[in-house]
């Protein structure tokens, strides 16, 4: 797999998880919105946007897994909240950790999801090569 983060050396760069571009190259994972519902198809955390990114998280997981892949090689992030404002006082810790060699990444609100309790939504691409 070839990934080069892009830097672009403002200042603001070093206070963000994330590129604002990544050159890659290879074998390409592109993944569904992924939710924060359990094995079951319940959704966990409702009302709980910390306990919603982390399953979400968790599930992202799973499917980096079942390709053979790993966050490392996530290029970029779409991540869609229902509250932008609460999704960056109350997640940070939460989600940070994830973001692995600073892949790009967009965070856009949206009215509503699928499922009126989810809070959150990701998805991912991810070079496997």
Same mark, same amino acid.
Do not use: C, I, Q, Y
């Given at each position: 797999m070839s990934k080069e983060p892009l830097v672009l050396n403002k200042g603001y760069e070093k206070k963000v998880p994330f590129s604002l571009g990544v050159v890659a190259s290879g074998r390409m994972l592109y993944t569904a919105g992924i939710t924060s519902r359990n094995a079951d198809g319940d959704v966990v955390g409702e009302g709980d946007i910390r306990a919603q990114v982390a399953q979400c $998280?968790?599930?992202?997981? /799973?499917?980096?897994?079942?390709?053979?892949?790993t966050f490392s090689q996530i290029i970029k992030y779409t991540i869609f909240v229902t509250d932008i404002d609460v999704f960056n006082n109350e997640t940070r /810790?939460?989600? $940070?950790? $994830? $973001? =692995? /060699? !600073?892949?790009?990444?967009?965070? =856009?609100?949206? !009215?509503r999801l699928i499922d009126p309790r989810m809070m959150v939504e990701v998805e991912a691409v991810a070079c496997l090569d």
């Open positions: $998280f968790a599930n992202l997981a /799973d499917v980096l897994a079942a390709a053979g892949a /810790d939460v989600r $940070f950790p $994830f $973001f =692995v /060699d !600073r892949p790009a990444a967009t965070l =856009v609100e949206v !009215r």
